[in-house]
């Protein structure tokens, strides 16, 4: 990944404060389809991932946000787990290590648009 002399990758700020990644740019948030159901719905395919560069990069606390969100199919609650009327819970808050990734399922007419809002990064120094 590919980042200008101010640390921007594809708009996304990444720096680095003392040993703690900061910004969002390492963390992937892809979706694809997985099956149609016969009720005009389709189940969507989640994987939310860590990919931070920097050796014992973990992220914890992961929260996307999710106000609008719904699943006609039971969501694994530890793998998302809505926490507020904006945001969701992933992976229950615990740590993802680097190159580590949370997959779900999830079934709705159109597919939801999931970003980060928060997350804590702790690497090692």
């Given amino acids: 990944m590919a980042a200008d002399a101010q640390g921007r990758d594809m708009g996304k700020e ?5 040993g703690r990644c ?3 740019a ?3 948030i892809k979706q694809g389809h997985f099956r ?3 009720n ?3 189940i969507f395919l989640v994987r939310v991932s860590n990919f931070c560069i920097q050796s014992g990069c ?3 606390n992961l929260r996307v946000s999710c106000s609008s969100f719904e699943s006609s199919l039971p969501v694994d609650p ?3 787990k809505k926490i507020d009327d904006e945001d969701c819970a992933v992976n229950a808050g615990n740590p993802m290590k680097r190159g580590e990734s949370i997959a779900f399922f999830y079934a709705n007419s ?3 648009n999931f970003t980060v809002s928060s997350a804590t990064y702790e690497c090692d120094a």
């Fill in 110 to 112: 159109t597919p939801f």
């Fill in 26 to 28: 390492y963390i992937e």
């Fill in 36 to 38: 149609s159901l016969e």
């Fill in 14 to 18: 990444v720096r680095q404060e003392r």
């Fill in 78 to 80: 530890a793998k998302l």
């Fill in 22 to 24: 900061t910004g969002h």
């Fill in 40 to 42: 005009e719905e389709s």
């Fill in 58 to 60: 973990e992220v914890s």
